[in-house]
Every structure is written in structure tokens, then in C-alpha cells.
């Protein structure tokens, strides 16, 4: 096999919301059968496409013969560039700084109001002081969980 | 996109698993999560360009992001 020089990216057109159950069909088809597919995806916020890394188109129509919810099987050929971009998607992290309150919007302190201490961006982490009268203390948490409140 | 499938994402190392899998096999973790999108099947690691770039030398199903955290 000639390796990277010559993988490709296939996307094909699936019907929305079934991406996730027809990636694990072609996988399982992939591997009964031997084919030459290499990576299978389903790119986060984008609807009804799946992208197939294969050598060649051949191995792609055999992967998708017959399946279900599958609309178009002509490919649509991607860029390398283009795949990483949707398999790394840059992240909007919600500007936070120390001092502002939050809430506090999943996890065990759910519902609860905290002042932010520290942000660690690299870790996704953010240090809050928790505002309840009767139970202060600190945590760590992940920075999904909080919601900056209007001040 | 958090809709309902039959797979739920280990919340350490975002592996995909079939629903009421106890521990991820992959890192031993006990915590999973339904709130995952995007997913990433590695079949070929060894001529995978995608598995290359994230450095990844063995078979996997990971999801993309969990919430809004990247997990590869």
C-alpha cells in the first residue's frame, strides 16, 4: 500500500441525524469485509455528511452499497487541510475573568452562584469561589459548566 | 446536537461505548456522558493520515467534543 501519499477524503450526503448510525455500519462493514477505509468521521455541528479516508473510490461505493439513509454516493472529495479544520474545531471559550460571578450550569453545584478565581485556559478549567451563605468554598470545574451573569 | 443513540462518550478519554457499558475499556474511567458529537472511527491506524496527525497507533471510536471540549 502506497500510505499517505495517496489516502483521500470521500464525503458522502446521509440523511440528517442518521450520521452516527451509519458510520458504525460502514465500520462494521469495513472490517467484514476487508475494505480499504482507513478513517471514518462525522464532523460535530455539520448535518448529514460522513467523510470516508480510503485510497480508492471503489472501496468508498462498496462500503455505502445498500446501506440505508445513505442519499448520495458520489463522493464529494476533500482536502486534507479542510478535514483536520472540521475534526479540530476551534472551541469559542466564554470570556472569563477573575472576580466575575457565574452560574453555575451543570454538575454538582448546579444552580448555584460563584465568583470566579482563576481560568486556566489550557485545561478547559476554571477555579470558582461558590456565593451560598451557608457553604463556601472553592472548586474546579470545567469551563463548560459556567455561565457568565449580567452584572 | 446531544440526541438520543445507543453509544455514550467516556468523559476522560471521550471513547465511544455502548450504552450501560460500566467502565470505559479503553482508560477505566466510570464516568460517561450522552452530551458528545462528531465522532472519529480509526479502522487503519498504520495508514491512516488522520491517525498519523493525532497520533493515534491503535484502532479507536472517539467523539470529536464532549459539551464543548475537544477530546483528540
Known sequence: MDGEADARFYAILVTSGAEVN???IIAERVRALGL???SIIVPPRI???VILEAHDPGDVYDATRGLRHVKRRRPLILKFEEVMKLVKPEVEIPALKPGQVVEIVA?????????VIDVNQAKGQVTVSLLEPLFRATA???????????E | MARRTSLIACKNCGALVPRGTKVCPECGSTQFTENWSGMLVVVDPENSVIARELGI???VRKAI????KVMI
Open chain 1, 47 to 49: 448535518k448529514g455528511y
Open chain 2, 65 to 68: 467534543l464532549i459539551g464543548k
Open chain 1, 107 to 115: 454538575g454538582a453545584f448546579k444552580g448555584m452562584k460563584a465568583k
Open chain 2, 57 to 59: 497507533d491503535k484502532p
Open chain 1, 22 to 24: 451509519v458510520a458504525t
Open chain 1, 36 to 38: 480499504d477505509i482507513r
Open chain 1, 140 to 150: 474546579t470545574i470545567p469551563i463548560d459548566e459556567v455561565r457568565p451573569l449580567e
